[in-house]
């Protein structure tokens, strides 16, 4: 994978991020570039695995799920076996739809989302907690949300 990345890789990842939906011929035009060069761009952003995949973003509330919980998580024992075991789990879960090992006093932390605090509840005691893989575990009820974006910070980190 490239190091450095030109302005014009720069502007059609924005766009990307912003607006997956848009055709080369639409990009190219935003760019004022040709669809060609602009297609050839994408596509080699794609083979870097630097487009992993295009997807659509929807709106939680309006599909009725209303809890975002971060749960911070310690395991029993952090040996490779129990880390694999509970990952593998984690995977398994739709609700958590993210996870990530800590450094600091946590093993993990996990952004789950269900559609209220009974469901919360339920996923809780009778999935997640359901094994002997974890010790302590403490949830974060989110209240309000101030910004939620999958748009990475391309022009003040590409420079």
Known sequence: MREKWG?????IMSALQHDAS????????????SQSPI?????????????QRR???????????????FATVNLTQ???????????????????VECYTMAGIWDYVLKIICKDVRHYEDFIRNTLLSGDLVREMHSHIAVTEIKNTTELPLSTQLK
């Open 7 to 11: 302005t014009q890789d720069v502007a």
């Open 22 to 33: 848009l055709s080369t011929g639409a990009l190219a035009e935003r760019l004022n570039s």
């Open 39 to 51: 297609w050839r761009r994408i596509n080699r952003l794609e083979e870097d695995g630097v487009v």
């Open 55 to 69: 997807v659509a973003l929807l709106d939680r509330a309006a599909l009725g799920m209303e809890i975002v919980v």
């Open 78 to 96: 952090t040996g490779r076996k129990n880390l694999l075991a509970f990952e593998n789990e984690v995977e398994a879960y739709p609700e958590v």
